[in-house]
């Protein structure tokens, strides 16, 4: 079955989140992730969706852990951040 890693993040600037992930591509690619899909959210301004392919999750925690610190918290201003691991059913 496929792994997947679905991230909610909320800050105050979406399109400079937007940028941020779009930045860390090569981060995201040598953490075993796949970008599948970005959305921004139509109910919560401020708000990204972003969906993962996962083929090793140890690396893509390791990812997580360091995008909070970095990708999301100093370029993206991220204020409150969720993920998933989620196997398609």
């Known amino acids: 079955m496929a792994l997947q890693l679905l991230c909610r993040l909320d800050g105050s600037d979406p399109e400079a989140l937007v940028k941020a992930l779009m930045d860390d591509s090569e981060d ?7 970008r599948l ?3 921004t959210d139509a109910d919560q301004a401020g708000r990204v969706w972003i969906l ?28 409150a951040s969720d ?4 196997r398609t059913a």
């Open 83 to 86: 993920a998933h691991f989620l």
């Open 28 to 34: 995201q690619a040598h953490a075993g992730l796949s």
């Open 52 to 79: 993962f392919d996962v083929s090793d999750r140890a690396k893509a925690e390791g990812w997580l852990q360091r995008a909070v610190v970095d990708t999301h918290g100093r370029r993206a201003g991220v204020t």
């Open 37 to 39: 899909q970005l959305w």
